[in-house]
């Protein structure tokens, strides 16, 4: 669903695709090609959310600021199924691993934040880095065959969503 937050009222991109069991609220902005999938919530009522173009998100995930601290995301993210993000900046080509949490950081150009980590707030991670871990740690730069991977996942998802966007209706009765 989409919701308006008081005067606030999300801004999606025709292209962008928003499942109907997401909730988009507030101060939030799709750009082209991005995509919302199932039961994820963009809570922009305190600062801006903003996706960028061909980014996804992933099933289950949610999205959240904080006075002082909007959440950003660059071009081609991919977030992963049932991550949080919280006022935070997520530079283009990232990949957010499943069920991770970025508090408050500063995540660099492709990296690989792996599944389950936990990003404190106040972390700056540099690009195209490995972090794991709770608290999450930079592991190793990224090899390129994991550099491809990451860019291959975002591709699919772009895929997906034309599909979706062009051919996805809910079935009545159930």
């Known amino acids: 669903m989409i919701r308006t937050f008081g005067p606030h009222r999300p ?3 025709p292209t962008a695709f928003v499942h109907d069991s997401a909730e988009v609220i507030g101060k939030v902005s799709l750009a082209a090609r991005s995509s919302v999938w199932p039961l994820c919530v963009l809570r922009g009522d305190e600062e801006p959310i903003v ?3 061909e980014s996804n998100l992933q099933d289950l995930s949610v999205i959240h600021t904080r006075a002082g601290h909007p959440t950003v995301l660059g071009r081609r993210v991919t977030v992963g199924h049932r991550v949080v993000l919280h006022g935070c900046r997520i530079a283009d080509g990232a990949l957010i691993g499943m069920g991770a949490v970025v508090m408050e950081a500063r995540i660099g150009k492709e990296c690989l934040i792996g599944a389950g980590a936990v990003v404190p707030p106040g972390a700056v991670i540099a690009a195209r880095r490995l972090v794991v871990g709770v ?3 930079v592991v190793r730069p990224l090899t390129p065959k994991e550099l491809r991977e990451v860019r291959a ?3 699919e ?3 997906l969503s034309k599909i979706h966007r062009a051919d996805s209706k ?3 009765p159930r």
Do not use: S
């Open 135 to 137: 608290p999450a740690r």
């Open 157 to 159: 998802y772009l895929h």
């Open 170 to 172: 809910p079935v009545f």
């Open 51 to 53: 996706i960028g173009p």
């Open 11 to 13: 801004r999606i991109h």
């Open 153 to 155: 996942g975002m591709r």
